[in-house]
């Protein structure tokens, strides 16, 4: 194993893939250390999927290379050691639980046991039910106790509490995060800034196949969250921060007070203020460049 790769569980370098003339990952650059647990997080058609079905060698890049765990995606030696967990997943409904656990875990050179999953997926009472008999969240914990049947050193989850409850899915991150603390390399997209909060060591933001952020949660959330300042205002001002349209004025800015005490100082009359927290695409907008389409 060369020292350029050894410590990485995933590299992508310069990674594009494109489905027709359409850029769904634009010359991607991220290097993932073993151990570490990720969220790449980003809004639909982001690009998140895409980046981690070529991970998992289901997708090639039209351009660039990727390695994980020292290896090229679809060698065995390397799939040997990755488990996933991803939104297409299939199984036929008439397997039982523990029959389904059993098949995955004979793919697997030294598998977990089998009462272990069950636990850590929170399924030891539906063990001996058949799949057509679970509901959607039970489901979706199978899929997970599936991705965790190889013991695996990287851990790719795609979007994995969609579907879920507030209970199973505060159970679900919890065990996410035993995993990683368990030194498991964990990749997990997600759409909401609080479930990468709650299981990551770092945060990827991807917008429209291009990173635009990347740091701890505490980083990403200083940069994306930002508050929506909305207001009205009879007397027509100009301002760079506010974008305008007829008397209402909107910002997003990581200091709201700062701004309406200028305004105040200008003695800008304002009428009917709300001030919120930016909602995740307003924040991609922000980052991106989208909240400078300021008044003409
Ligand atoms: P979501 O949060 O909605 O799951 P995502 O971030 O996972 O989104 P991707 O599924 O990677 O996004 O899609 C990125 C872009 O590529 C989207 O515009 C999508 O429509 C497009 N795309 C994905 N797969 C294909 C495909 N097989 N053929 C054509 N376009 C595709």
Request: charged content about 25%.
């Amino acid at each position: 194993m060369s020292a350029e790769t050894g410590e990485e569980a995933v590299l992508f370098r310069g990674v594009s893939k494109t489905y027709g003339t359409l850029v769904a990952l634009d010359a991607i650059d991220l290097r993932i250390p073993r151990g570490q647990s990720v969220a790449i997080l980003g809004p639909n058609g982001a690009g998140k999927t895409t980046a981690l079905s070529l991970l998992l060698g289901l997708r090639n890049p039209t351009a660039g290379s990727l390695s994980v765990l020292g290896g090229k995606p679809r060698e065995q030696a390397v799939r040997a050691r990755v488990g996933a967990m991803l939104q297409s997943s299939g199984l036929p409904e008439y397997l039982r639980v523990d029959e389904a656990i059993a098949l995955f875990r004979s793919y697997y050179p030294a598998p977990l046991p089998i009462d272990e999953l069950l636990a850590l997926a929170g399924l030891t009472e539906k063990a001996r039910s058949r799949i057509a008999r679970l509901s959607g969240g039970q489901v979706q914990r199978l899929y997970f106790a599936l991705a965790l049947c190889g013991n695996p050193e990287l851990l790719v989850l795609d979007e994995p509490t969609v579907g879920l409850d507030v209970e199973a899915r505060r159970s679900l991150l919890a065990t996410i995060s035993e995993i990683a603390n368990r030194g498991r390399t964990v990749l997990m997209s997600t759409h909401y800034l609080e479930e990468a909060d709650a299981v990551s060591d770092r945060v990827v933001v991807i917008d429209r196949g291009r990173i635009i952020a990347d740091g701890t949660p505490s980083e990403v959330k200083g940069t994306v969250g930002r508050k929506r300042v909305a207001f009205t205002s009879r007397v027509a001002f100009d301002d760079v921060r506010l974008s305008r349209n007829g008397e209402r004025y909107e910002a997003l800015t990581e200091s709201p007070e700062l701004l309406l005490r200028d305004l105040f100082t200008r003695g800008i009359e304002i009428d009917d203020l709300t001030v919120t927290g930016a909602t995740l695409e307003e924040a991609f907008l922000a980052l991106t460049g989208g909240e400078n389409k300021h008044v003409a």
